[in-house]
């Protein structure tokens, strides 16, 4: 018969070999995920050098694709000096990056796809580089006084805002509040400008101290006087949160919703935002060998009321620039299919890329013709085919499943490469 001391002897040991496997299994947990860890913090090391390779890559295709002889197409017509096929496949041999700078010099994005930073080692992590010409919105600093009226009423109308019954001084109320904020001086612009010193800071004020917080609840202590570095800024403007002292939504008035939505739900307003159309950066002036067709529809000239106050614009005046948006979109979309023409022979041959206003009109006579009155000396003034100088830089670094993504804004300018804006992991 077993003696009591030799039972807590065998228990005794029970606990403690159950304190040893514990205690085992935890050093073995915790071995498992220092590996991982380690494992982890070699791959984004490794996806880091990714994206400084994806850099790299990406200044060189700026800094040389104005240089890049682009190829003719069959009948003879190029953008550039033009190319034989055999000039071309040496082209090729000779620059790894050459479609990727032919792309970006016809004004079109270019993407390397995912390409293995080393080729012998194709499991060692990959990098992929967009880049995209950016002015083919309008550069919103740039409009910053009166002479704007006419791109601003373009897009106001386009995005739906209303300008007629209780709504007929909406339009001007938006504008000046942005010409305010945007302009250095202390006057206010007509009757609905806000400058620091005669609104925002008392409207700051009486949200602080708990008087009319809903309706003062966006605004900031002072006007910006300058230029805004982010379109989200436009929720603190006057003209974007209040008309004729009632409020109204201004994140509604950027990207789309009800403009009152404290009002009865048969008075309410749907409009359909206008951030689409704007940037903050750029020359102020639409790229149309990049735009869409709703942009360029909004160029003053092209977007040409038949009368010209602004609250008489109809439907029918949105329907000519929007077939005139059509139109010269869909013209300048048949561009040839570089990578099929050269080994195919594939793609719209006839195309050859407009860079002046008479190529353009020349190239839409067919399509709009005398059916449409579009202004050309007003429109021109808004319309650029020049090199690009701002560009959108997206570059990802990816291995075993782990990325590394950095958006940057950069200017190419004297051959150099200015970088205005950088985010990593957006």
Not at 142 to 167: F, N, Y
Not at 181 to 208: I, L, N, P, Q
Not at 283 to 308: E, L, W, Y
Request: include cysteine; hydrophobic fraction near 35%; charged fraction near 25%.
């Amino acid at each position: 018969m077993m003696s009591r001391k030799s039972g807590s002897a065998i228990v005794g040991a029970v606990w403690i070999l159950a304190v040893l496997s514990v205690l085992i299994a935890t050093y073995a947990v915790d071995a498992q995920l220092q590996t991982r860890i380690n494992l982890y913090l070699q791959e984004r090391v490794r996806v880091d050098h990714l994206t400084d390779a994806g850099i790299a890559i990406a200044e060189v295709i700026l800094l040389d694709y104005q240089n890049v002889t682009v190829p003719a197409t069959s009948n003879g017509s190029s953008n550039g000096a033009g190319a034989s096929q055999s000039e071309i496949d040496d082209f090729i041999d000779k620059d790894r990056w050459y479609w990727e700078k032919v792309e970006l010099k016809n004004n079109r994005e270019c993407s390397t796809g995912a390409v293995p930073v080393d080729p012998l080692n194709p499991e060692g992590g990959t990098v992929t580089v967009k880049i995209n010409p950016i002015e083919s919105l309008w550069n919103i600093n740039s409009l910053a006084s009166r002479d704007s009226d006419p791109v601003w009423h373009a897009i106001l109308a386009k995005s739906g805002v209303p300008l007629s019954g209780q709504w007929d001084e909406l339009w001007d109320s938006i504008t000046a509040g942005w010409y305010d904020w945007r302009d250095s001086d202390e006057g206010d612009t007509g009757e609905y400008g806000a400058e620091t010193g005669t609104f925002y800071k008392e409207a700051y004020e009486d949200c602080v101290n708990g008087r009319d917080v809903e309706k003062n609840k966006n605004y900031l202590p002072a006007s910006r006087d300058g230029e805004i570095s982010d379109l989200d800024d436009l929720i603190h403007i006057r003209g974007f949160n209040e008309y004729e002292d009632e409020p109204i939504n201004a994140q509604a008035l950027l990207d789309g919703g009800i403009l009152n939505p404290l009002a009865k739900k048969e008075d309410q307003v749907t409009v359909k935002g206008f951030r689409k159309y704007f940037t903050v950066f750029g020359s102020g002036k639409i790229n149309v060998n990049i735009a869409d067709a709703d942009t360029i529809s909004t160029i003053p000239g092209i977007f040409n009321p038949r009368n010209k106050v602004p609250d008489d614009i109809t439907e029918d005046d949105m329907k000519d620039a929007e077939a005139v948006g059509d139109a010269i979109a869909n013209q300048l979309r048949k561009k040839t299919d570089l990578r099929k023409a050269s080994t195919s022979g594939g793609g719209d041959d006839d195309y050859q890329q407009p860079t002046s206003m008479s190529e353009l009109r020349s190239l839409l006579e067919e399509e709009v013709g005398g059916t449409i009155e579009v202004d050309w000396t007003k429109a021109e003034q808004y319309i650029s085919f020049v090199p690009e100088m701002f560009f959108e830089i997206s570059i990802t670094g990816e291995s075993l499943g782990i990325t590394h993504t950095v958006k940057a804004v950069a200017i190419v300018e004297d051959n150099k490469i200015r970088y205005i804006r950088w985010q990593e992991d957006p």
